[in-house]
């Protein structure tokens, strides 16, 4: 009852004898780990766990003891290393049953259950900080060396049809035995553990509702194991599958791309201010065949309304999505908006009366009632979390359980978890303790912000700036290899989160790169369709671009010199202000606009006679928009002066004309930066403070304003010059 590597069609078989062999036990464990999780019908991000138990050389006694490493809370499979793993000593583990069977409070989902979690820490070995699972009592209490506890969507479809205890024995012919749902904890162990004892031939046990646990004595048989669980239900599943009639028959068909893409444009930052009731959410877009064909079906009412399964599921996606009663071939945004609207009342509406009909004397309050996943018909799915990696992961979830509800239809009848089951899992107090030990949010967490001219300059640091305190940060620029690079920067930094799903651009990470020409108003478009697409809206627009070029001797043939200052320093402001004000007003929630002018346009002098007066011209855009776009957005201004490390604005051959302007002394084979900073200095002894003005400073004002912390600030310039006597207002 095996397959051989090239045999699998649901699965991909990664084992590598020739990696595997060569690592350690605990290196082992990780490798099994990280190659189970690589492939998303195996588990989900984030879900399942796997240990073994090893035999280590105790620091204390220097006994050789049995430890257990178990994959901790909060881990991924796919991303694992040794320090996600927790290791505990195996007979202070099996030692843990005598105090939980002394508790008066014992019993499923009693208090004393839940105060056994906090007992693994008694019995961590070698002071490992990592926290350990709920499901680690499962893996200490199966007798074998290697264990698996995953949660794939075939094995789950199984798990989740009405008939799912016969179904168990028919599929795996008895090398699985079957157990009821349970809530994850010591007692669903204990049952496991008295269900491999009494039949030692089996090879692993369907959880019901949940997923499925094997084993083995050997790492690669566990492996194989549970790659043959899987594929064994995927195959039982495909020799079912209804083809066409999945889901009942499609009942809609999908808008074309573009149709789709000029809908969301308009509707998701409607929906975004509408679901951001309490708090601001980040979105992510999913529209595959695979979600349509759902969406679009003529069960997708009935099935969504039933509610996910896996408690993995719905901990991210919540009991049930919001699916919208929507014709895409006949009916227009605005019925759409409007029975979004009326959803999603009804939404909140139910949620609460589910929290009330199932909450218990000591539930946490209930959270916000907002659904996190959309379900329309003929444009796909849109998931929300509270950042990009969240809302992603959200929407991997619940194309998992689309893919739950496919199988277990085409082989029984789909089920959903009981309500109460599910309402005692997201308001377990095991949960509730786990959110309120999340760290704070950063200040832009749940902020889209729009940096244009973040290539380099003022731009990347603001860029930078914005992204350390958790913006989701979009980098726009001219040139999109700079833009490309900014980007770069910060997810290497920052990381692409977690998560897979996404469709386009909306499977990005918290940073993207785009490309845009502020003079040209369809370019300023399309940056922010894609920008809606990639996560739902925006809050705070920054423009740092701008153009600086020295007029010549003639007056009258610098023409060109003004149309191209003004078109980029005062219009290019004015068409990027009046687009993103299209999506404020759609969202409704409160924005921030920089604009990035100059002291220059404070101080009469001469030389730059086209990059001064525009730059006094966009001073005064920023009053006018402040006034425009009051009460929902706040406009303000960036003056700097003289920032000329890291500035296009300074190339090298104008550092070297002023330097040669001032006398100050240089030699032709210094770098750029050497010269850059010696005219830097000579401009930082112009000022009161006697400092260079660096990017690092702009980026600091930047964030500044659209902070909060100066929320009841608009139309003003806020000069970061150094203290420029001259640019002091008259």
């Not at 605990?26 to 879900?47: A, H």
């Not at 959880?207 to 043959?228: F, P, R, V």
């Not at 999506?583 to 929630?589: C, D, F, S």
């Not at 830097?680 to 909060?708: H, N």
């Amino acid at each position: 009852m095996s397959y051989q590597p090239d045999e699998y069609k649901h699965v991909n078989y990664l084992w590598d004898d020739a990696v595997a062999d060569k690592l350690d036990p605990v290196e082992n464990l990780v490798y099994r780990s990280n190659k189970l999780g690589e492939d998303q019908r195996i588990t989900n991000t984030g879900g399942g766990n796997t240990s073994a138990k090893l035999i280590e050389k105790d620091p204390l006694t220097g006994e050789k003891v049995e430890v257990l490493w178990v994959k901790g809370s909060g881990g991924d499979l796919r991303t694992s290393k040794k320090e996600n793993f927790s290791s505990l000593y195996s007979g202070k583990l099996q030692a843990l049953d005598k105090v939980y069977q002394n508790y008066a409070d014992k019993g499923y989902k009693s208090a004393g259950e839940d105060r056994m979690v906090g007992m693994f820490t008694h019995c961590n070995f070698c002071l490992n900080p990592r926290a350990s699972s709920i499901d680690t009592p499962l893996h200490s209490m199966i007798a074998e060396k290697h264990v698996d506890h995953l949660h794939p969507n075939a094995v789950i479809s199984v798990a989740s049809c009405k008939d799912q205890e016969k179904l168990t024995r028919e599929i795996w012919d008895g090398k699985l035995a079957y157990v009821p749902w349970m809530r994850p904890g010591w007692e669903a162990a204990k049952v496991c553990e008295e269900t491999y004892a009494k039949n030692p031939d089996i090879w692993g046990i369907l959880l019901g509702q949940h997923g499925h646990t094997n084993w083995a004595s050997e790492s690669k048989t566990c492996y194989d194991t549970s790659l043959w669980v899987i594929e064994t239900a995927a195959r039982y599943i495909e020799q079912h599958d209804k083809g066409a009639n999945t889901f009942g028959g499609q009942k809609y068909q999908s808008l074309s791309d573009t149709a789709r893409t000029e809908l969301l444009r308009e509707f998701l930052p409607v929906a975004r201010g509408l679901i951001s009731e309490k708090v601001k959410f980040i979105g992510t877009v999913q529209t595959d065949e695979t979600t349509l064909r759902f969406v679009n079906s003529v069960d997708a009412p009935r099935l969504a309304e039933l509610g996910t399964s896996c408690p993995d599921h719905f901990l991210r996606t919540k009991i049930k999505p919001l699916y919208v009663e929507f014709d895409p071939q006949n009916d227009s945004l605005e019925t759409l908006i409007s029975r979004f609207k009326t959803g999603l009342e009804k939404y909140r509406a139910d949620y609460a009366a589910y929290y009330e009909a199932c909450k218990r004397a000591d539930s946490p309050a209930m959270r916000d009632p907002s659904p996190t996943v959309v379900l329309i018909p003929g444009v796909g799915m849109i998931a929300w979390g509270k950042n990009k990696s969240e809302s992603r992961v959200t929407a991997e979830f619940y194309n998992c359980a689309i893919e739950v509800m496919r199988g277990a239809e085409a082989i029984s009848e789909y089920t959903a978890l009981p309500v109460q089951e599910a309402f005692d899992i997201e308001y377990w107090a095991l949960e509730e303790a786990k959110l309120q030990r999340m760290p704070k949010e950063a200040n832009q967490a749940r902020n889209v912000v729009v940096v244009i001219g973040a290539g380099d300059g003022i731009g990347k640091a603001v860029a930078h700036r914005v992204a350390k305190e958790g913006a989701h940060v979009v980098c726009a620029d001219l040139r999109l290899e700079a833009a490309e690079q900014t980007a770069a920067e910060l997810t290497k930094i920052y990381g692409q989160g977690i998560g897979v799903a996404g469709t386009g651009i909306s499977s990005c990470g918290p940073a993207i790169a785009l490309a845009v020409d502020i003079t040209k108003r369809e370019t300023v478009q399309e940056m922010f369709t894609q920008v809606i697409l990639a996560y739902g809206g925006i809050d705070n627009v920054i423009v740092t671009a701008g153009v600086f070029i020295a007029e010549g001797a003639d007056m009258n043939q610098n023409d060109n010199i003004f149309d191209l200052s003004f078109g980029v320093n005062v219009k290019g402001g004015y068409v990027v202000a009046s687009e993103a004000q299209t999506i404020w007003a759609k969202q409704k929630l409160p924005g921030s606009l920089v604009l990035t002018t100059s002291v220059n346009a404070a101080v009469s002098k001469k030389g730059s006679l086209a990059y001064d007066t525009s730059k006094a011209a966009a001073n005064h855009l920023v009053r006018e928009l402040a006034v425009t776009l009051a009460p929902l957005v706040n406009v303000n201004a960036l003056a700097p002066a003289t920032v000329v490390q890291g500035s296009n604005m300074f190339p090298r051959d104008r550092v070297i004309s002023s330097l040669a302007k001032y006398d100050i002394a240089f030699d032709e084979s210094e770098s750029t930066e050497a010269l850059r900073s010696k005219l830097a200095e000579f401009y930082a002894q112009r000022t009161l403070t006697k400092k260079p003005i660096t990017p690092d400073d702009q980026a600091e004002a930047a964030f500044l304003l659209i902070s909060g912390q100066l929320s009841k600030t608009t139309g003003q310039v806020i000069s970061v010059d150094g203290g420029l006597h001259e640019a002091f207002l008259r």
